[in-house]
């Protein structure tokens, strides 16, 4: 009789290994997952043996909750939530109401800003940087922080903020920290549910400099005024030349925010050489000025010239109308009459034209006492300096 039920249980026994076994079997399982690291937004297709897709309740990376996810079969593709960084764990699936999890963790890396682009910046700048493992959008909060500045009191404001998937834009604004390290910091005060990354080099927002491009012509004649803007919160040194001739230097400048300086176009300047700019900021480090353009530019040169039409007499009042053109100027300009009326040369007349509003093509009249005679007009720069040339003549005949 013992033997018999000895045998029974046996039996038993190995049929309940059996059909534990086949619902092992039959139970769902994840085989595999791609891609093993994604970001928000990021599709991740799970593949899962056994699937019952009425039963799935649930998907989760590190416990993290997907977005979203859809099945096709024995492939369940879920939508990586927003807001997780620098995480690594499995992914679990509810299924049931049992969660089943991957032998193998899943990653969603931290974003890592690369280097921006510029060791010096001013406020208008576009600065680039490389960024990866993203999903940032434009109104996502960067800053650019005074490196020595540990409570992150000061900051520089980014005008624009463009971002791609392989790097950042920015316009840099304003600040009040003149001459110091400022690093890109990406979700300060982690809004947007992100921690701070910080780019892995910094800038020192400084002044700039630039030719003033606005008011200049294209071409110039010897004694013309070119024009240099200069952004700077402190005294700034600077120098200027043509060719290998110096135009002008200058230490000290007054503090300021802004300056606007004029020089003359040296007289031997020759078509085609270039304007160099160099500007310095007298402080401790040597930090430069930043150029805003260029800092050289190649000068054209064409003679000054000037043309003259009498446009009506009212007894010895002559009206007469000037055209200039290939001069650029900031200043006056003197008009002599020389009457050298039967071999005569005597000065009868001069006038300064006031023409800091010009451009390099100017026209212009005024009025001019002259009696009967033949006389010989000339146009130079205030003190008789930069003589134009004239285009037709200027010999000018009264009756």
Known sequence: MKKIFHTCSL??????????SDNEDNAPKILSFEPSQGISGDIINITVANLDASTIQEVSFDDNIAKSFEINGNIVSAVVPDGIRDISGP???????????????????????????????????????????HDLREEYFAVLFNEGNSNYS???????????????????GPTIDYYKEHRLIIGYGESNGIAPVESTNTIIYTGSYEI???????SYAPGSMLTLNIYGPSPIDYSISIGNEAVTSRSSWP?????????????????????ELNVLAPNTSGIPLVPRNNKSRTIDI??????????????????????????????FLDFTFTDVTDGRETVVSRTN???????????????????????LIECAKRGGSYALEPLNGNQLVVE
């Open 11 to 20: 039996v038993f026994f190995a049929i309940f290994l059996s059909c534990s």
């Open 91 to 133: 992914i679990r699936i509810v299924v049931g109401g049992q969660a089943i999890s991957s032998e193998s963790s899943f990653n969603i890396p931290n974003i890592v800003l690369g280097a921006m682009n510029k060791r010096y910046t001013y406020r208008g700048d576009t600065i680039a940087v490389a960024i990866k493992n």
């Open 154 to 172: 000061n900051y520089l404001v980014l005008e624009s903020v463009q971002i791609s998937k392989d790097s950042i834009e920015f316009v840099v």
């Open 212 to 218: 003033n491009t606005a008011r200049n012509a294209n």
């Open 255 to 275: 503090e300021a925010s802004f300056k606007e300086y004029s020089f003359d176009v040296p007289e031997t300047t020759q078509n085609g050489e270039t304007l």
């Open 302 to 331: 064409e003679e000054g010239k000037f043309d003259f039409t009498v446009l009506g007499k009212d007894g010895s009042n002559l009206e007469l109308k000037f055209d200039i053109s290939h001069y650029y100027f900031n200043s």
């Open 353 to 375: 034209y006031d023409v800091t509003a010009g451009s390099n093509n100017v026209e212009l009249s005024f009025t001019v006492p002259l009696e009967n005679g033949t006389y």
